[in-house]
Nanobody, 124 residues
């Protein structure tokens, strides 16, 4: 069973920054693709960013391009999401997920293991 633990969420003013972390159990971190998704109240879970095992292959939702950066530290078995220039519409619970193949996609149904989520709230 993959264990994923997110942290780093919180309350921030619009224009501020947060860095989310997702610590994974070593056995299930490599060589897998990982992603970040979010879910706002009353809305479906949506794709934010994903990173293939090879690293250079990344995808971002149009709404976060240029503001968010996904990265991974393989030595620490940790996935990150650096979020800058945050907007109130970024408010959601953020989840990290693992896809047990090296190539990432933007479809949450392709990711089989999920963390418990961390709340991000951006005030205007």
């Amino acid at each position: 069973q993959v264990q994923l633990v997110e942290s780093g969420g919180g309350l921030v003013q619009a224009g501020g920054s947060l860095r989310l972390s997702c610590a994974a159990s070593a056995r299930f971190f490599r060589p897998y693709a990982m992603g970040w998704f979010r879910q706002a109240p009353g809305k479906d879970r949506e794709f934010v960013a994903a990173l293939s095992w090879s690293g250079p292959i990344t995808d971002y939702a149009d709404s976060v391009k240029g503001r968010f950066t996904i990265s991974r530290d393989n030595a620490k078995n940790t996935l990150y999401l650096q979020m800058n220039s945050l907007k109130p519409e970024d408010t959601a619970v953020y989840y990290c997920a693992v896809r047990r193949v090296p190539i990432a996609t933007m479809n949450p149904a392709d990711f089989g293991s999920w963390g418990q989520g961390t709340q991000v709230t951006v005030s205007s």
